[in-house]
T-cell receptor, first 108, second 115 residues
């Protein structure tokens, strides 16, 4: 199965941009790149997804490398409410595999 | 607003008991999933279902079974609970078409303790 590699934790200051990296060197041509996040005491929630092109939505941006072997989730202006575990996931079918994710700490 | 509802946020049971965890979704989704989440291990897929009365094993099905008698309801069953099944259990659902593969809605989880 395709795997992703993320740093265990990251810190950022409030109101600054955050770049969360993800390596997925074994990605196949049909795999989508999804990002989820999990706030304390909640289930994971969808953040963004992409296939080849960079994507933007109201929550974040997703930058995908040209060879698709890595991607970066960008939170443009972090708030304290963005403190969560962020999961980068590859999906080729309805079965998705979660790794350990990156725990993002936001410093006030 | 779309909703995946898990019947209990917290549950305490004893070793050897038969335990039922219930999950209901109101989005008419075809696919439903059960995961467990443990510190340091992330989320692991236990079972999933593509349709009523259908089930597929995930990565860690041992010690569990599932039931999908109605489209909106997916039950996880611990046949004989053991202490190593103490965990956070998460239910999710997704559409088969119209949304990208991998787009799942999650419930808020059931924290199960087996004594």
């Amino acid at each position: 199965d395709a795997k992703t590699t993320q740093p265990n934790s990251m810190e950022s200051n409030e109101e600054e941009p955050v770049h969360l990296p993800c390596n997925h060197s074994t990605i196949s041509g049909t795999d989508y790149i999804h990002w989820y996040r999990q706030l304390p005491s909640q289930g994971p929630e969808y953040v963004i997804h992409g296939l080849t092109s960079n994507v933007n939505n109201r929550m974040a941006s997703l930058a995908i490398a040209e060879d698709r072997k890595s991607s970066t989730l960008i939170l443009h202006r972090a708030t304290l409410r963005d403190a969560a575990v962020y999961y980068c996931i590859l999906t080729g079918d309805d079965k998705i595999i979660f790794g350990k994710g990156t725990r993002l700490h936001i410093l006030p | 607003d779309v909703k995946v509802t898990q019947s209990s946020r917290y549950l305490v049971k004893r070793t050897g008991e038969k335990v039922f965890l219930e999950c209901v979704q109101d989005m008419d989704h075809e696919n439903m999933f059960w995961y467990r989440q443990d510190p340091g291990l992330g989320l692991r897929l236990i079972y999933f279902s593509y349709d009523v009365k259908m089930k597929e094993k995930g990565d860690i099905p041992e010690g569990y079974s599932v039931s999908r008698e109605k489209k909106e309801r997916f039950s996880l069953i611990l046949e004989s609970a053991s202490t190593n099944q103490t965990s956070m259990y998460l239910c999710a659902s997704s559409l088969s078409e119209g949304l990208p593969v991998g787009y799942q809605h999650f419930g808020d989880g059931t924290r199960l303790s087996i004594l």
